[in-house]
């Protein structure tokens, strides 16, 4: 069974400080990793790809992978109140015809004024 | 921004009923997914759908669930013979390519009595 894991938290922080996100897998031929967000009752929304090890940045968000070991993590930069959310990390197994995800139980993060 | 439309937001339908979720993916992608999220869990992988067949399933995905992309635009998830279990939400997603990330629809939720 390959799985995702992330503290569901909640992640709570001050506005304006860096929330950093975590997320394990299992899958070590794991090639393509994804960050979503999710409001309540809504939608994942995709906020980060990364498929590379190393550091990937987007605005106030930066995604970093280390394959060795099967980890990948979500920094959010000058957190804003409106970032308060469950953040989703969802990785595409190896070998996988269908192109499906399997995604870890979220993390709810908090951001207070 | 293009995005996913899926109708009916909310379906409320009794246990033993057959229903049809409804979604029309972006035009110009090639890859169709549906995932549901029963209440406070993981967003779990139903199917993957891509040039008019069924690329992928999970075992959630049984002989009670099926999908047709019955013209160019509509793709369709039926369940037959509900149950309460089913109570859940159903996203419907679509990618351009099978290495990237999705952009999922705004759900129906379905209740079953």
């Known amino acids: 069974q390959k799985e995702v894991e992330q503290n569901s938290g909640p992640l709570s922080v001050p506005e304006g400080a860096i929330a950093s996100l975590n997320c394990t897998y299992s899958?070590?031929?794991?090639?393509?990793f994804f960050w979503y967000r999710q409001y309540s009752g809504k939608s994942p929304e995709l906020i980060m790809s990364?498929?590379?090890?190393g550091d990937k940045e987007d605005g106030r968000f930066t995604a970093q992978l280390n394959k060795a070991s099967q980890y990948v993590s979500l920094l959010i930069r000058d957190s804003q109140p409106s970032d308060s959310a469950t953040y989703l990390c969802?990785?595409?197994?190896?070998?996988?015809?269908?192109?499906?995800?399997?995604f870890g139980g979220g993390t709810r993060l908090m951001v207070k004024p | 921004e293009p995005e996913v439309t899926q109708t009916p937001s909310h379906q409320v339908t009794q246990m033993g009923q057959e229903v049809i979720l409804r979604c029309v993916p972006i035009?110009?992608?090639?890859?169709f997914y549906w995932y549901r999220q029963i209440l406070g869990q993981k967003v779990e992988f139903l199917v993957s759908?891509?040039?008019?067949?069924?690329?992928?399933k999970s075992e959630i995905f049984d002989d009670q669930f099926s999908v047709e992309r019955p013209d160019g635009s509509n793709f369709t998830l039926k369940i037959r013979s509900t149950k309460l279990e089913d109570s859940a939400m159903y996203f419907c997603?679509?990618?351009?390519?099978?290495?990237?990330?999705?952009?999922f629809g705004s759900g129906t939720r379905l209740t079953v009595v």
């Open positions: 997603a679509s990618s351009e390519d099978g290495d990237g990330g999705y952009t």
């Open positions: 899958d070590r031929g794991s090639q393509s």
């Open positions: 990364i498929y590379s090890n």
């Open positions: 969802a990785v595409r197994p190896y070998n996988n015809a269908g192109n499906m995800l399997t």
């Open positions: 035009s110009n992608h090639l890859y």
């Open positions: 759908f891509y040039n008019n067949e069924i690329s992928e």
